[in-house]
């Protein structure tokens, strides 16, 4: 039975992810899962796609504010609480089609972050009295979802497996092998054969509650964050959790990026987007190249998901 063996959130789009022991899943996707955004000033997002030294720019949940470290900067703290934000102004931005509704967390953010990526920049984070619609195409199943900055759903899911098949191929041709980070996943499975989670339709988990998560983290210290401040749920357990698959992940060239540099090896500047090409160009995405599975929060917004938990994988192969 697969399994979960890693757990990751991006709480600002495009900059460095946190690795956790337990999530908390919404209905948007984990808990600050891209919930802030770097803009230019006129409210178009900044990605690594242009700008790969976001990579670098370090990010961690602390128990009232989201805390940034990048090289050569000093510590940056804004509210994890879109309520703190001292009258913020509204704006109305754009995830590549999308309408997305951000609040500007201010000078002294917009300061740190155009003086780091050298361009005029802001900080957004969501709106939370409004909402980002996800594509209806792939929402029929759930009667509807939605997310916030992602750059369209609110989970991606990758097998372990699918990973180590690409690092054999990287190696092969005497390239060195990549992390997990590269794709930017917030679930890792184990168990799965490799690419398996293209044809997975349903993962269902037993979810837990907060009462739970916080008694098996206790007196732990894994490395990882185990924040669990805001939970639901009551008595031993939580709300069984289903996620729907619905589309897999095209990949741009982002994946050549290296996190922990904030740039492409020099040596193997196009991978693994070369290795990619020869055999991952998928026909249900009019031959994007393809890596990992968009899923929908189908059932048990509210539970804990974490690490070691087992997952019923239900696979399909139609169209």
Not at 29 to 42: A, I, K, L
Not at 160 to 184: E, H, T, V, W
Not at 247 to 275: F, L, V, Y
Request: aromatic fraction near 8%; glycine fraction near 10%.
């Amino acid at each position: 039975m697969p399994i979960i063996s890693e757990l990751f959130v991006y709480p600002v789009k495009s900059c460095a992810g946190i690795a956790l022991d337990a999530a908390h899943l919404l209905a948007t996707g984990f808990e600050y899962d891209r919930s802030w955004m770097v803009t230019d000033p006129g409210g178009a997002m900044l990605t690594q796609r242009a700008y790969p030294r976001m990579a670098l720019v370090g990010v961690e949940l602390g128990e009232h504010d989201l805390v940034l470290r990048a090289p050569g900067m000093s510590e940056l703290r804004t509210p994890l609480d879109a309520a703190r934000l001292h009258a913020p102004h509204k704006v109305e931005t754009t995830v590549w089609r999308d309408a997305a509704y951000g609040l500007d967390t201010g000078e002294a953010s917009a300061a740190w972050f155009s003086t780091f990526l050298g361009v005029p920049a802001r900080l957004l984070r969501f709106d939370p009295e409004r909402e980002r619609i996800v594509d209806p195409d792939y929402t029929d199943s759930t009667g509807g979802a939605t997310t916030h900055f992602s750059d369209g759903f609110p989970l991606l899911v990758i097998g372990q497996a699918s990973l180590d098949d690409l690092n054999a191929r990287l190696n092969r041709k005497g390239a060195p092998s990549i992390p997990i980070d590269r794709f930017r996943p917030n679930l890792v499975l184990t168990g799965l054969d490799a690419y398996e989670e293209d044809y997975v339709e349903t993962l269902t988990i037993d979810g837990e509650s907060s009462r739970t998560i916080h008694e098996a983290s206790s007196g732990k210290d894994s490395g990882r964050s185990s924040r669990t401040s805001s939970g639901t749920g009551s008595g031993n357990g939580g709300p069984t959790v289903r996620l729907q698959l619905v589309k897999p992940c095209a990949r741009c060239p982002m994946p050549t990026i290296d996190q922990s540099k904030g740039a492409p090896d020099p040596d193997w500047p196009n991978e693994p987007t070369d290795t990619l090409s020869v055999y991952r160009a998928n026909p249900r995405r009019g031959g994007a190249l393809t890596f990992g599975n968009n899923a929908l929060v189908a059932q048990g917004a509210g539970a804990w998901l974490r690490v070691g938990q087992q997952v019923d994988a239900e696979l399909g192969f139609g169209d």
